[in-house]
């Protein structure tokens, strides 16, 4: 892994988190990056994806309207804000980056090791 978030923590249901991501030996803003999860018991699930330039942002349904994913290009960090968090949202984060985005997780060949996010009920 070249990639490392930070953030997580234990929260109440409809509290907000903000996990980053930083690559030291990468540069972000000529990467797509990608924010992923991963449930005990369940596979890697795609959260939310930025183009490198921006332009192209997607997001899971089930995060569409809380999650927002954004980029500081002076600090080479990327973010994901999560608002109005549920207990269905615990799981561990992994943030990725490579050259395309896209849902897949397979597609971005860096990652971090997670953060884990548990939303209490």
């Known amino acids: 892994e070249q990639l490392a978030e930070s953030g997580g923590g234990l929260v109440q249901a409809g509290d907000s988190l903000r996990l980053s991501c930083i690559a030291p030996?990468?540069?972000?803003?000529?990467?797509?990056v990608g924010w992923f999860r991963q449930a005990p018991g369940k596979e890697r699930e795609f959260v939310a994806t930025?183009?490198?330039?921006?332009?192209?942002?997607d997001y899971a349904d089930s995060v569409k309207g809380r999650f927002t994913i954004s980029r500081d290009h002076a600090k080479n960090t990327v973010y994901l804000l999560m608002n109005s968090l549920k207990p269905e949202d615990t799981a561990v984060y992994f943030c990725?980056?490579?050259?395309?985005?896209?849902?897949?997780?397979?597609?971005?060949?860096?990652w971090g090791q997670g953060t884990q996010v548990t939303v209490s009920s």
């Open positions: 930025q183009s490198g330039n921006g332009v192209i942002t």
């Open positions: 030996g990468l540069t972000f803003s000529r990467l797509a």
């Open positions: 990725a980056a490579d050259w395309i985005s896209g849902r897949a997780p397979h597609l971005y060949h860096y």
